[in-house]
């Protein structure tokens, strides 16, 4: 029997322009006094039911964009638009990843000056997203109780890279027996000064929290 295991890296100049493209939008945002967040995490993990919560908590307040980042469909940015928000829809194609120049694209013919926040839904996966800068605030990482517990020990990178971690779904952690403990544990490994919030997108238990830690 063998047990191999093969690192591979990725070619350095791919990130590098990209990371020039992400300094020109975060000048773009901050000339528009725009605070923007990239919201990232797996497939189901509640990425856009958080978006939908905090926009009916927060759109009397700001004058909010949600972009949405998908490889072919517009349901996630409809359902945000169903609460009155403005979309912008990505579709990606292949990629599995959002880059600062795809979102650059797709904000040239919006007006900036209208809005105070973008909320970034990125492409569905706890790999890809982590590797390119959008030019945001902050990258914020959403893992839920229902993906099992290991998606911080496999995905370390992730986290690494975001500035924040909110564990969703925590209406359901008791049913399923969810050692929430040993899942921060995970992320403090990780990065011990990242910030955790627990919430539930669904019930919107504390959202309230992960507001104030934003200062919106
Ligand atoms: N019980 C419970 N269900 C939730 C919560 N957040 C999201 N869900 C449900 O989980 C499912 C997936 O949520 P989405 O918001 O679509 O997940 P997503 O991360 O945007 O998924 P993709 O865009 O497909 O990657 C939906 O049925 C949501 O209603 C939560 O906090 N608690
Ligand atoms: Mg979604």
């Given at each position: 029997m063998t047990e191999r295991t093969v690192t591979i890296d990725v070619h350095k100049d791919l990130f590098g322009a990209n990371e020039e493209a992400a300094a020109e939008n975060a000048e773009l945002f901050s000339q528009s006094g725009i605070q923007a967040f990239d919201i990232m995490g797996s497939v189901g993990t509640g990425k856009t039911q958080l978006i939908e919560s905090l926009c009916e908590r927060l759109k009397g307040k700001f004058r909010i964009l949600m972009v949405a980042g998908d490889l072919a469909t517009r349901i996630d940015a409809d359902r945000v638009a169903a609460h009155g928000v403005d979309t912008v829809q990505i579709n990606?194609?292949?990629?599995?990843h959002l880059d600062a120049r795809m979102l650059r694209v797709a904000l040239?013919?919006?007006?900036?000056?209208?809005?105070?926040l973008i909320f970034i839904e990125n492409v569905?996966?706890?790999?890809?997203?982590?590797?390119?800068?959008?030019?945001?605030?902050k990258k914020i990482v959403v893992v839920s109780?229902?993906?099992?517990?290991y998606m911080v020990r496999k995905h370390p990178l992730t986290s690494k890279r975001a500035d924040m971690v909110v564990i969703n779904k925590i209406d359901l952690a008791e049913a399923i027996g969810f050692d929430m403990d040993a899942l921060v544990s995970d992320v403090r490994e990780v990065d011990a000064s990242i910030p955790v919030f627990k919430v539930s997108s669904k019930t919107g238990e504390g959202l309230n929290d992960l507001i104030g830690v934003l200062e919106l």
């Open positions: 990606t194609g292949t990629a599995c040239a013919d919006v007006d900036l000056s209208e809005y105070d569905g996966n706890l790999i890809c997203p982590a590797g390119y800068s959008l030019g945001v605030e109780v229902t993906e099992g517990p």
